[in-house]
């Protein structure tokens, strides 16, 4: 079933799509695999927060999201969108 349909039931459908998140695991391998540059591409210049990322889903569980669905909501600093251009 889509969020549409599942709508008319009080079920709403929503998506976090996070990007990079500064987790230790995820700094360890960006220093093995050299991966630094990824947040270089990001206009923050930084990963998200473990915390940044869990107050999407608590704004989507709370109240102040009730008319919010069928949306994704991507988490990334615009890394994705912004990464093309390097």
Do not use: C, K, Q
Request: aromatic share 8%; charged share 25%.
């Amino acid at each position: 079933m889509s969020s549409a349909e599942l709508a008319r039931y009080g079920i709403r459908v929503n998506v976090v799509a996070p990007g990079f998140v500064e987790t230790p695991l995820d700094r360890e391998l960006r220093i093995r695999e050299g991966l630094a540059v990824f947040s270089e591409r990001t206009p923050m210049r930084r990963s998200a927060t473990i915390d940044e990322v869990a107050n999407v889903f608590l704004f989507l569980a709370s109240d102040e999201s009730s008319y919010v669905n069928g949306s994704t909501i991507t988490v990334d600093g615009r890394h994705l969108a912004n990464a093309s251009e390097f």
